[in-house]
């Protein structure tokens, strides 16, 4: 059961970012009212995954490696490419009442850039290690045994962090469509009487 806890600790916060409005539901939800295809917003959740998951493998492979990071540094050059990203993006654009929700690869960079600013890899490093450095009687400790193991708590976290924004972004979009309901039919009412 000892052997569990890391795994459902990786889980735990894969679900955890997935509730954070930041991590993507948010966006996921807009493409699907936007576009008025409600599946436009599970189609959002491919890019965020790439995003996110290049992120925590990112800190996941130094981790197994044995490798440092300077936390502040790598959060500090997000943050900057970030701003760099929305300035650019900001630029020049006459404003608009509504935009086109950005490309797939500007959702994947988009999500790469929160993923890595707030350190999605780096707070799965206690959960990490008991599982890179654990004594396993199939595998000798090696660090392409403990590669594999990271990348595979990258799989699982992101999974996890996936199952929770797409739920999220359904029912944000199924309660988007009840409330425009609602006013439309208090549009009727009023108009009627």
């Known amino acids: ?33 936007q576009s008025r295809d ?8 491919a890019p965020i995954a790439a995003g996110h998951a290049a992120s925590v493998a990112l800190a996941a492979a130094a981790l197994a490696l044995g ?8 959060q500090a050059l997000a943050g900057v490419l970030l701003a760099a990203v929305a300035i650019y ?11 086109t929700p950005a490309s797939h690869a500007g959702l994947a960079l988009w999500s790469f850039m929160m993923s890595t600013a ?16 654990a004594d396993a009687p199939a595998r000798a400790i090696t660090a392409s045994g403990s ?10 976290h992101t999974a996890a962090m996936l199952a929770v924004t797409g739920v999220i972004a359904s029912a944000a979009c199924r309660g988007f469509d009840a409330g425009a309901r609602l006013l439309r039919r208090a549009g009727e009412e009023t108009g009627g009487a």
Do not use: E, Y
């Open 1 to 33: 059961m000892s052997n569990l806890w890391p795994w459902l600790a990786v889980a735990g916060l894969g679900a955890l970012h997935g509730l954070n409005p930041a991590t993507g539901w948010m966006f996921a939800a807009a493409w699907g009212v």
């Open 147 to 156: 590669l594999a193991l990271a990348l595979a708590a990258v799989g699982v």
């Open 89 to 99: 993006h900001l630029a020049g654009r006459k404003t608009r009442r509504t935009r």
């Open 67 to 74: 490798m440092a990071m300077d936390r502040i540094v790598l």
């Open 38 to 45: 409600r599946a436009q917003a599970l189609r959002a959740l």
């Open 118 to 133: 707030h350190g999605a890899g780096l707070m799965l490093a206690p959960a990490l290690i008991p599982l890179c450095m």
